[in-house]
């Protein structure tokens, strides 16, 4: 074996060790995670792409949609949150609910279309950036990047390096994409960004707690609102495009308060063979009334439809009717409490054969 085989199995080896520790790590600090019920109203994120680029229905909002959207939010006097807030009050229950806007990719057209208006309207939002994408056709310039970074209500997120499914990588590749997407923001804005959001809303639990290591808030593509008791690494968000942004179902989604919980198992959300379909349950609290009215859909077996739910106490035990056959597995819960709906949504990713 080459000297150069040898250096880079001892160097997949290091990272792969680190990792463990990481994990093991990261495994105490969440079971000595005191959580307790509050009254928070909670943090609803948007997550928004591209904007009148008509080819991508699944990806874009038309310029006309997104102004009525932020009227809808204003007329229904929610103040838009400072993602800077994020790191200060965290763990501070909030007092009046608020919105936080954030755009994933930063493509081209969020600047030519949407940022003039969001510039004059001064409203804060996080642009997460895929470093490798940047300067290439349909993409912002790092030129561009910098000069709305400058602006005090706008921050950056980290999108990895190639936005690839990282779930599909090697440990050692995966750790290679984010390091060179940090490396990258370090170069050309001086530091690497504390929020990062995973491509596709994909994640296991070793790159969780990898990205935790680097990271102060990580965002996934699972619907809900916000509360002290979510964890900061698996922040939900409510993407919008022309198939689900039409402004009568915008309306009753911003209106959405946090379903807090406890604990949800499972803890890893990348399902195997072995593990497909998960052991799944919902540990509320005592505190919270109306569980009972609480209603479950989930997709698995490719079609939406109510959950096979029982209660045990304040546990919530969900029996699948069949693995979930695509990539990414979605479950939504929600619950009138008294006039008052509230909502969570967990997505899993499936291993690929």
């Known amino acids: 074996m080459s000297d150069m085989k040898i250096l880079s199995l001892v160097a997949s080896t290091i990272k792969l060790f680190i990792i463990l520790i990481l994990f093991v790590s990261n495994s105490k600090a969440e079971k000595n995670n005191i959580k307790y019920y509050s009254d ?3 943090i609803l994120s948007l997550m928004y792409h591209r904007f009148n680029e008509n080819k991508y229905p699944s990806t874009n909002i038309q310029m006309a949609v997104f102004k009525e959207q932020i009227k809808i ?6 103040k838009f949150y400072d993602p800077k807030y994020l790191e200060k009050k965290f763990h501070i229950p909030k007092n009046d609910k608020k919105i936080l806007i954030t755009i994933d990719d930063a493509f ?3 600047y030519k279309v949407a940022w003039p208006y969001l510039k004059k309207e001064k409203i804060p939002f996080i642009l997460f950036v895929s470093t490798e994408a940047v300067g290439k056709n349909g993409y912002m ?25 990282l779930v599909n990588l090697k440990n050692a590749d995966f750790i290679d994409d984010v390091y060179t997407a940090s490396t990258i923001f370090k170069k050309h804005l001086g530091y690497n960004p ?15 707690t990898y990205i935790s ?17 979510k964890d900061p690494h698996e922040l939900p968000r409510f993407p919008i495009n022309e198939k689900y942004g039409d402004l009568k179902r915008f309306e009753f989604l911003i209106n959405l308060y946090p379903l807090q919980y406890k604990n949800l198992f499972p803890i890893e959300k990348y399902l195997t063979n072995y593990s497909n379909p998960p052991k799944f349950s919902v540990e509320f ?7 009972n009215n609480i209603n479950c859909f989930s997709d698995e077996g490719g079609t939406w439809e109510k959950s096979n739910i029982s209660f045990k106490q304040n546990i919530l035990n969900l029996a699948f009717r069949e693995k979930f056959n695509f990539r990414r597995g979605r479950i939504n819960c929600s619950l009138n409490d008294n006039g008052i709906w509230r909502w969570f949504g967990i997505q899993f990713s499936v291993k690929q054969d």
């Open 40 to 42: 928070d109203k909670g």
């Open 73 to 78: 939010i204003r007329k229904q006097n929610y």
């Open 108 to 110: 081209s057209s969020f």
């Open 141 to 165: 310039t790092w030129k561009q990047i910098k000069q709305i970074e400058k602006e005090s209500f706008v921050y950056i997120g980290n999108h990895s390096h190639t936005h690839d499914y």
């Open 194 to 208: 504390i929020f990062f959001s995973y491509p596709f809303g994909e994640y296991s639990s070793l790159i969780k």
């Open 213 to 229: 290591k680097n990271f102060k808030f990580s965002f996934g593509q699972h619907s809900g609102v916000i509360d002290i008791n």
């Open 285 to 291: 609290f005592q505190e919270q009334k109306n569980i």
